[in-house]
């Protein structure tokens, strides 16, 4: 059984997703804990799941390295095989990476190398492009740079705005990133 640490910054959709995937008991991983960078929504999720949670704010900290280092002791102390990066905004310090990887993966919303960074959907968008994706690679020190495990493509339709594309978006980074887990969990994937 593959035990999983997510790390989130928001409302948590797709670990909301993961979570109910994983309550399948023939899926061969289970999340043990549930982190972010602040007070999410998406704790919610986890506490409905009866998943534990920890926080570890940037701002209580007097830099970056000491942060991480902090945030990768909450991470190391539940012994995941996978920690996985869902929706999670700040940039990890390099020890952090280098501690987990390549036992570290990233969703991400777009078609690697395509649109980088935290405005994806919305750099998408402005570039007028007919299609975009969902990408799940592992993680490294650059911008969403890591090998890409796995991605997807998905039309712009006409009329999209940054909220419906998003939402189309997040439905496949659920798919790939239970597909990858499972994946990881079985062999298929080598990180």
Known sequence: MLSLVVLISGGGSNLRALLE???DAEFPARVVAVGADRDADGFEHA???GIPTFSVALSSYPDRESWGDALLEQIVAWQPDLTILSGFMKLLPP???EALSPNLINTHPAYLPEFPGAHAVRDAITAGVAETGASV???DNGVDDGPIITQQRIPVLPGDTETT????????ERELLAEVVLGIA???FTL
């Open 137 to 139: 690679i592992v993680v």
């Open 21 to 23: 995937t994983c309550e």
């Open 165 to 172: 594309l998003h939402d189309r978006i997040k439905l496949m």
């Open 47 to 49: 506490e409905e799941f």
């Open 95 to 97: 020890r952090v990476i």
């Open 186 to 188: 079985e062999g298929d």
